[in-house]
């Protein structure tokens, strides 16, 4: 073999090799703790586990400030609000379920929830995207979800 073309080979061959062996063990977990790697005289940091989101807690809040703001819109105690549904969900746009007349929207899913709060047999409904605070969405404009209802919040 010309020695010219050697080193190039065995650099391209092991660039092969590696790249294969990275690529054919599949996805790996993150470390727990960041960490280093010693590689040569190169040093590359494991990127740390990226803790899981706590949706029923999230959830949970989210719909008691939906409870607090029907109590204050209609003037009511909080305890005569009856959570009747409160599901996951996906919307079908950004209008989350909820489109006034005039506005455009994106169509996309996007994760949610949608809360049925009762008081004295009237239903209200609110709307929200994760982590996002729920808001009152007027009947005649209220939409079921795309996709749901999903899990059970409460």
């Given at each position: ?24 063990q599949g996805p790996s977990a993150p470390k727990a ?26 959830w949970t809040q989210q719909v008691s400030e939906a ?88």
């Amino acid at each position: 073999m010309n020695s010219l073309l050697k080193p190039g080979f065995m650099l391209g061959a092991c660039y092969v090799v590696l790249a294969g062996t990275a690529c054919s063990q599949g996805p790996s977990a993150p470390k727990a703790e960041p960490s280093s790697v010693s590689e040569g005289s190169v040093e590359q940091k494991v990127p740390e586990a990226r803790p899981s989101t706590d949706f029923g807690a999230m959830w949970t809040q989210q719909v008691s400030e939906a409870v607090e703001d029907l109590a204050q819109r209609e003037g009511i105690p909080a305890d005569t609000i009856k959570v009747r549904e409160a599901r996951s969900v996906d919307w079908g746009s950004s209008a989350v379920g909820c489109p006034e007349e005039g506005v455009s929207y994106t169509e996309a899913m996007v994760p949610g929830l949608w809360v049925l709060l009762e008081v004295d047999g009237v239903v209200y409904y609110y709307h929200g995207k994760n982590g996002e605070s729920l808001f009152y969405c007027p009947t005649e404009r209220a939409r079921a979800p795309a996709y749901g209802p999903g899990e059970e919040i409460m």
